[in-house]
């Protein structure tokens, strides 16, 4: 049995650190460009309903195609394309096509503006004279993702006169993104969005599949709706300036679309991950590719999360506990979703529904990412059974869990499960 203090000290020997090399991006092969998405308890039938067009091409240059790479997100009068690839920010029609009237107001931060905001108006307004574009700069930080920022967007957007047929567009994180994606539904009961993530959370994740909202003191993102953008610019050339650890955190959450739903990207992470971290074009858009398939196939079967969606939250339940238990802001999102997916795996691990070698492999690949693989010494039981409130809700069999089940990369959300292995990896990972 692994038990999780030793998954706490499998530890990256700096001898064979990955870093020391140069980065080398093993190419995807013919065969694992058609993923294979398997729900445990979800699907029996399986349908593609996200689609690639061009294949990157395998040639190890930095000047690839200019023709991004094409992810759509299919959801009938509401599906949108997600551009993908280095330089598209340079290439105005991508953006201009998807504009709607004549005014636009860009959404973006203290951080970003200052490095793309100039490149985002020049491809909005290049030898597109009709089109006026306005932006509003918020304050940098989840602590902004609130009803006083949001009234910022909308005070510029009545002051600039938008009409119903204008654009917003959202650049920058999954903080700007989420709020703009709220704006946009709600001013003048719902205008035209276009998102421009610039992390690797917002590229793989937060940007697509319409969840738009903001947070109250009371709870994070309790305040949204559901809203589509009309297209998603995922411009890789923006991930060079992201911090190191914003990077990484990025990562956790391409890690697990690999768990829930997609072995074969999980390999070629293990293959890959160190040119991730070297940030090699080619790789981050593989991986960035592949994620967006992954969410928009989930996305296309449960817009609105009735079920198959919650998939997503692999490690969610437990990281949601470290993020409220240190404090927000002081722990990234996703190295919470790392620490929070090492106990999943653990738990599920301990309910026999899956073998050791898993175990090692998450943890080993999340190490590799510089990701936390157990939480910090603060976080008590105490705090974890309070946040998933576990004492009222397993009770009634209600708390329901992303966990592992057969061979990798496959899942349940299930809420039956054995109690008491939940108190083991608990008490296995924490201080009472
Ligand atoms: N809607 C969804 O489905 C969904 C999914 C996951 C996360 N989220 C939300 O996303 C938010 C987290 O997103 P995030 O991790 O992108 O955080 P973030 O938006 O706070 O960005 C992280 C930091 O990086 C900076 N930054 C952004 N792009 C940069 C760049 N290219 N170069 C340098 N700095 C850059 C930002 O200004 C910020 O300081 C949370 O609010 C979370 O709730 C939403
Ligand atoms: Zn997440």
Redesign the pocket.
């Known amino acids: 049995m692994v038990s999780a203090s030793s998954l706490s000290h499998i530890s990256l020997s700096l001898s064979s650190s990955p870093f020391l090399h140069k980065p080398k991006f093993h190419y995807p092969t013919k065969n694992n460009l058609h993923f294979n998405p398997k729900l445990v308890s979800f699907s029996t039938t399986r349908k593609i309903y996200a689609t690639s067009s061009h294949v990157m091409n395998p040639s190890p240059s930095k000047t690839h195609s200019a023709v991004p790479t094409t992810v759509d997100v299919d959801l009938g009068d509401r599906s949108y394309p997600i551009y993908i690839g280095s330089g598209l920010l340079d290439q105005p029609h991508l953006l201009q096509r998807h504009v709607h009237g004549r005014r636009v107001l860009v959404v973006t ?1 203290t ?2 503006a200052p ?2 905001l100039d490149k985002v108006v020049h491809a909005l307004t290049t030898e597109n004279q009709n089109v006026s574009v306005e932006s509003v700069i918020l304050p ?3 602590q902004y ?1 609130d009803m006083d920022t949001l009234m910022k967007v909308f005070h510029k957007a009545i002051e600039s006169r938008l009409d119903r047929r204008s654009t917003f567009v959202a650049l ?7 709020m703009c994606g709220f704006a946009a539904a709600s001013f003048l009961r719902g205008i035209n969005f276009i998102q421009i993530p ?2 690797v ?2 590229q793989v ?2 940007s697509v ?1 319409g ?2 909202g903001i947070n109250h003191r009371l709870g ?2 309790l305040i949204g709706a559901f809203y589509q953008p009309q297209c998603v610019l995922i411009d890789t050339d ?2 060079n ?3 190191e650890r ?1 990077l990484a ?2 990562f956790a ?1 391409v890690i697990k679309y690999g768990l829930i739903r997609d072995a074969e990207f999980f390999e070629w992470q293990e293959k890959n991950m160190h040119a991730l971290m070297a940030r090699d074009p080619n790789a981050l858009a593989y991986a960035i590719k592949r994620s967006c398939e992954n969410k928009a196939e989930v996305v296309s079967l449960d817009e609105k999360e009735s079920g198959l969606r919650a998939t997503l939250n692999l490690g969610h339940t437990f990281g949601h506990a470290i993020e409220t238990g240190v404090g927000y802001g002081q722990w ?3 190295e919470a979703v790392a620490a929070g997916t090492v106990m999943a795996v653990d738990m599920s691990y301990r309910l026999g529904w899956i073998d050791d070698s898993i175990v090692k492999r998450v943890g080993d690949i999340l190490k590799q990412a510089k990701l936390p693989t157990s939480p910090p010494e603060t976080v008590t039981i105490d705090t974890f059974k309070s946040v998933m409130a576990v004492d009222k809700k397993v009770a009634d069999g209600l708390l329901r869990l992303i966990l592992l089940k057969g061979p990798l990369g496959n899942c349940v959300f299930t809420g039956d499960y054995d109690r008491k292995t939940l108190d083991d990896t608990l008490r296995a990972f924490c201080k009472s």
């Open positions: 931060n951080t970003v490095l793309y940098d930080g989840e993702k920058g994180g999954g903080v700007i993104g989420d610039t992390t959370m917002a994740d937060s599949g969840k738009t994070k993102n923006t991930l300036t992201l911090p914003e955190s990025g959450e990234l999102h996703g």
